[in-house]
């Protein structure tokens, strides 16, 4: 029997066929916009470097496992001067953040990260989903509230994760939007200044 007579036919098959070229030209077109975002985000996070992230007032959700609340500011406390520091917008829908904070979780138990030097930012989210997901994946760093989105807007976030890179002096040295080697990137952020 030869291929062309084992072939399917058929109305059913055509529309299937076509169907799944019309998915191909969808996806095609998600990966075209998430490149696009990207691309803007890359050129809107350029623009922050050398400048101070500022003041922000957060609720604090987590303290190491225990979930409590209290107010605080990204300015560092006296522990912290001359540290490097990063914060990281994130939200609990977001797949790629829940892999960098469970690696950046991983860094720290492995004492390779001070806990002090993280702080992981909420965007805009109820905070009863932020303390469902600290339940259930308590976080050994801090994790801050931003019920009203104030330091995405100032942060002209286009998509999470995003990871402010803060000097010494709480200077933004870089921003990085999207999570292609993010983690990596903060480990070898705090590396480089490292005492060997």
């Known amino acids: 029997m030869n291929e062309a007579a084992r072939a399917p036919k058929g109305r059913g098959v055509y529309w299937m066929r076509r169907l799944a070229n019309i998915g191909f030209g969808i996806a095609m077109l998600y990966l075209v916009y998430i490149v696009a975002v990207l691309v803007m985000a890359a050129r809107t996070n350029a623009s922050f470097e050398g400048q101070e992230l500022g003041e922000f007032q957060f609720s604090q ?19 912290l001067l001359g540290e ?3 914060v990281i917008l994130w939200a ?4 790629p953040c829940h892999a960098l904070l469970a690696d950046l979780k991983e860094e720290v138990l492995a004492g390779r990260i001070k806990p002090e030097v993280i702080t992981a930012v909420s965007v805009a989210e109820p905070e009863a989903d932020v303390r469902a997901y600290l339940q259930k994946t308590p976080l050994p760093f801090r994790v801050a509230l931003d019920p009203s989105g104030e330091l995405a807007k100032r942060m002209k976030l286009a998509a999470t994760p995003t990871v402010v890179f803060l000097d010494q002096t709480g200077v933004i040295e870089s921003v990085s939007t999207g999570s292609f080697r993010v983690a990596t990137k903060i480990i070898e952020f705090f590396k480089a200044d490292a005492p060997r």
């Open 61 to 79: 959700i987590a303290a190491g496992a225990s979930v409590v609340s209290a107010q605080g500011s990204l300015a560092p406390d006296e522990s």
């Open 92 to 95: 609990t829908w977001c797949a």
């Open 84 to 86: 490097k520091r990063v």
